[in-house]
């Protein structure tokens, strides 16, 4: 079993910054694809920014909307990944949560590829 807890979500303004967190338990977390996903008031679950690692490469994707402003990176040492987010807009208001999947059967940006989440973190962008 895999327990994901995030942190570092809260209030800031438009154009600022805010980086989260997200640690995780167990001893293989360097084997896990891990996720960050978003999901507003009203709307879907949707897929913000992963990264992949192997001995041998690390790969990140990003959803449209964020690439340029989102970073992820993770820290296997640590057993921890990020998201560091700049130039936030209130758009990017949403809980977010974080998620590990070994597989990736559907592929990086699909929730349901995830074996593990997070209970989530808020961020608000006011204008």
């Known amino acids: 079993q895999v327990q994901l807890v995030e942190s570092g979500g809260g209030l800031v303004q438009a154009g600022g910054s805010l980086r989260l967190s997200c640690t995780t338990s167990?001893?293989?977390?360097?084997?896990?694809?891990m996720g960050w996903f978003r999901q507003a008031p009203g709307k879907e679950r949707e897929f913000v920014a992963a990264?992949?690692?192997?001995?041998?490469?690390?790969?990140?994707d990003y959803a449209d909307s964020v690439k340029g402003r989102f970073t992820i990176s993770r820290d296997n040492a640590k057993n921890t990944v990020y998201l560091q987010m700049n130039s936030l807009k209130p758009e990017d208001t949403a809980i977010y949560y974080c998620?590990?999947?070994?597989?990736?059967?559907?592929?990086?940006?699909?929730?349901?590829?995830?074996?593990?989440w997070g209970q989530g973190t808020q961020v608000t962008v006011s204008s």
């Open positions: 998620a590990a999947g070994l597989r990736l059967t559907y592929g990086l940006g699909r929730a349901v590829s995830y074996d593990y």
């Open positions: 167990g001893r293989t977390f360097s084997s896990y694809t």
């Open positions: 990264i992949t690692f192997t001995w041998s490469d690390r790969t990140s």
